[in-house]
């Protein structure tokens, strides 16, 4: 048996995740396992709960990058005519939420979605200059 791990950052939280070496008294741990359960018991519910608060954090990191970029609009395009890495995010995040917004929608009328979230971002993000799938 492995010892489970407390991650100290974001990239020790990825792998312990991909592992499954989460520490489950952590609040991470705890939520981790309570989004399972939540999931096996009623997908549907769960997967609207998560696109909710998947769209709020989207909306919010769209207006904090607009904002920024309003401030400094030097920063929208680079000397060449290229997007900003903070623009692209902005065009990323603004696809996502229309994506989020697509399947809540499709729960709402009482017909989820035929592909999940991560495909319609993953499709989303290919047509994107400067992207490959």
Not at 3 to 26: F, H, M
């Amino acid at each position: 048996m492995t010892k489970k791990v407390r991650p100290s950052n974001s990239e020790e939280l990825l792998t312990a995740i991909e592992v499954g070496d989460i520490d489950g008294r952590t609040r991470t741990g705890r939520a981790l396992r309570d989004i399972k359960k939540s999931v096996k018991s009623n997908f549907d519910c769960a997967a609207v709960q998560i696109l909710e608060e998947d769209l709020a954090v989207l909306i919010i990191l769209q207006r904090l990058i607009a904002e920024q970029l309003l401030k400094n609009p030097k920063e929208v395009l680079d000397k060449k005519g290229n997007c900003s890495p903070a623009l692209n995010a902005y065009l990323r995040f603004q696809t996502a939420s229309k994506s989020a917004l697509l399947a809540l929608k499709k729960f709402s009328e009482g017909k989820p979605p035929a592909k999940g979230l991560a495909d319609l971002i993953r499709e989303q993000s290919e047509g994107e200059p400067g992207r490959s799938g």
